[in-house]
């Protein structure tokens, strides 16, 4: 079984070494769902790491909801539904793969779900310098018309500082979400690659802004969401053609 196991290239440290190999074998299926992860000895030898740090790495994919140790039984691979997918490294790894359309319709299903309420709140708290930092970030993207690598970071800028005025922390934890979103989908079709394709892009960026801009919650609300299915028509996503839901959004400052 070890044979076909694959060996990460790069880690930053021994325990980061076996935490990457043993998540990414778990995501490409060489360590099924359901199946006990060869012992102790055998992982040490696979990876040439102490017990230590095996044990060290054990425990960080535990924390991820990938694997759970059991007395007598040995480590089990966990189902999906256990992953922490706002994890960033559960994200890369994915990513390392060839992501499919399923995997990239969730991302795009999970960033429609939370990004236009982000932006909603962000239109009713953000403050002077957080508009700034969006303004910031959208003139970068306009002047990245040509650079694929430079307009992804300033995109990626750009949401996670709306994702910042929107002072709530569990919207601002999406934010590896949203960048895993982003890079996969602009490596599928750049906005870059055409003239009229960054002008739509931009403009919808714009709308975005302008609606944040005017505390209007709706407008911003609205245009992220507009975005956003343009974005997964890009990639050839499919998705439904019709409204979920109406979301009304309210502010809350805590109990009294």
């Not at 778990?26 to 017990?51: C, H, N």
């Not at 996670?160 to 709530?168: H, P, R, Y």
Request: one cysteine or more; glycine letters at 6%; proline letters at 3%.
């Amino acid at each position: 079984m070890l044979n076909s196991v694959q060996r990460p290239v790069r880690a930053r440290s021994a325990h980061d070494l076996v935490a990457h190999g043993i998540g990414q074998n778990i995501m490409q299926g060489r360590f099924p769902i359901g199946s006990i992860l060869p012992g102790d000895a055998e992982l040490m030898e696979l990876y040439g790491v102490s017990r230590t740090a095996l044990r060290e790495a054990l425990k960080t994919l535990a924390a991820k909801g990938l694997i759970e140790s059991k007395t007598k039984v040995g480590t089990k691979v966990l189902d999906r539904n256990n992953w922490n997918m706002f994890d960033a490294d559960v994200l890369g790894w994915h990513l390392e793969m060839d992501v499919d359309a399923r995997f990239l319709g969730w991302l795009f299903e999970i960033r429609q779900m939370l990004e236009p309420l982000a932006c909603a709140t962000a239109a009713m708290r953000r403050t002077p310098e957080q508009l700034k930092q969006m303004d910031r970030a959208l003139q970068a993207m306009f002047q990245c018309e040509t650079s694929r690598q430079g307009f992804t970071k300033a995109d990626l800028a750009f949401h996670q500082a709306i994702l910042e005025a929107s002072a709530n922390p569990f919207l601002q934890s999406i934010g590896s979400v949203i960048g895993a979103a982003l890079a996969t989908s602009f490596t599928i079709s750049s906005p870059v690659s055409s003239d009229e394709r960054f002008k739509e892009v931009m403009w919808q960026h714009q709308a975005v802004f302008d609606g944040i801009e005017q505390r209007n919650p709706v407008a911003a609300s609205e245009a992220m969401s507009d975005l956003i299915l343009q974005a997964a028509e890009r990639v050839q996503v499919k998705h439904v053609e019709s409204s979920l839901a109406t979301v009304q959004v309210h502010s809350f400052s805590g109990v009294e």
